[in-house]
């Protein structure tokens, strides 16, 4: 299923999280048949988003959602110097925005949506979310320099977002180098950075970053790396549009230090956070050679380094995995 009813997200926010209300009655508001009522219900439920169905008495959400109020959040981000964009659904957040980059779309443009169909992750994976379920948006953020001095973007990102989830009360959300963020040792969020620009500057990043807020047990099977969310974090349900604001808030202020002083002044408070800082782990290269060692940090370009028996060694890509070390 890879595009949505037109209907879909029209009866998505006339559910309810805490009464039935009859297909009738939404039909009714809508002005819409009873059939593309239960046919929207229909498609919701196969995106994920559970509903109860119950004969003579209509649907009800099985859990409250804080579907994305455009208006109240463009207004709220443009205090903060944004361009905010709600869709219902793209592709790929970020690959609408680069594409909207490219032709002249302003520093500070964000795009966010209720549901990708082709959510990236990186290294060319998929980013699965339920509709409903997670918070995906991209952030365009134009740089005086060349793409090539953004080596430590990534990082940067990740700490504003662990900044933010702290704001929200998840005092134990933590950094995995280059671009995860964890809750309990399980992926929570990822990033996914794409960059154009000329070789001395200026450039053009799109910073594209999902959190899972409420992920179905069907989801998390299909998932290859052990994953968590908000509600499990928290134990309440998450606005996402405070969220989406919240995560904003943090990126302004880190990614105008970036800009101003560079990762110099973050490093200390990035490896702080890092949930490998300190511990044995296995690193598995680009080239795929598997490494173990002592994860010792990370340099000022945003490198790992790992004391190995043969001395320190740098990598500025591959996969950090704890899982390969013995007990």
């Given at each position: 299923m890879n595009t949505a009813s037109p209907s879909l997200f029209r009866v998505l926010r006339h559910l309810s999280g805490e009464e039935f209300r009859s297909g009738q009655t939404i039909a009714s508001r809508l002005n819409l048949s009873r059939a593309s009522v239960h046919n929207a219900v229909r498609q919701a439920q196969a995106l994920g988003v559970e509903i109860y169905s119950v004969r003579g008495r209509g649907y009800r959400l099985a859990h409250p959602h804080s579907w994305l109020d455009a208006e109240w959040a463009a207004a709220a981000a443009k205090d903060l110097g944004y361009r905010l964009h709600v869709h219902d659904q793209v592709d790929s957040t970020n690959s609408r925005l680069m594409a909207l980059g490219q032709v002249g779309a302003a520093h500070k443009t964000v795009l966010a949506a209720e549901w990708q169909t082709g959510g990236k992750?990186?290294?060319?994976?998929?980013?699965?979310?339920?509709?409903?379920?997670?918070?995906?948006?991209?952030?365009?953020?134009?740089?005086?320099?060349?793409?090539?001095?953004?080596?430590?973007?990534?990082?940067?990102?990740?700490?504003?977002?662990?900044?933010?989830?702290?704001?929200?009360?998840?005092?134990?959300?933590?950094?995995?180098?280059?671009?995860?963020?964890?809750?309990?040792?399980?992926?929570?969020?990822?990033?996914?950075?794409?960059?154009?620009?000329?070789?001395?500057?200026?450039s053009l990043a799109v910073i594209g970053v999902g959190v899972n807020v409420r992920l179905p047990e069907a989801l998390r099977g299909a998932i290859d790396q052990p994953v968590t969310d908000l509600m499990e974090g928290l134990g309440a349900t998450v606005d996402r549009n405070q969220l989406l604001l919240e995560c904003l808030r943090q990126m302004d202020q880190v990614l105008g230090h970036f800009e101003q002083d560079g990762f110099a002044g973050l490093r200390q408070e990035w490896e702080a956070h890092h949930a490998f800082q300190g511990r044995e782990a296995c690193m598995i290269s680009s080239q795929g050679e598997?490494?173990?060692?002592?994860?010792?940090?990370?340099?000022?370009?945003?490198?790992?380094?790992?004391?190995?028996?043969?001395?320190?060694?740098?990598?500025?890509?591959?996969?950090?995995?704890?899982?390969?070390v013995p007990a």
């Open positions: 992750g990186r290294r060319g994976r998929s980013w699965l979310s339920p509709l409903g379920g997670g918070l995906a948006f991209s952030l365009l953020w134009r740089f005086s320099r060349s793409a090539s001095d953004l080596s430590c973007l990534s990082l940067a990102v990740g700490l504003g977002l662990v900044r933010a989830l702290r704001q929200f009360g998840l005092s134990g959300a933590q950094l995995k180098w280059p671009n995860d963020v964890l809750h309990e040792g399980r992926k929570l969020a990822g990033i996914l950075i794409e960059l154009q620009g000329e070789a001395l500057g200026p598997a490494w173990r060692g002592r994860v010792a940090g990370i340099d000022e370009t945003g490198a790992l380094l790992l004391d190995t028996e043969t001395g320190q060694r740098r990598f500025y890509s591959g996969e950090l995995s704890l899982r390969a």
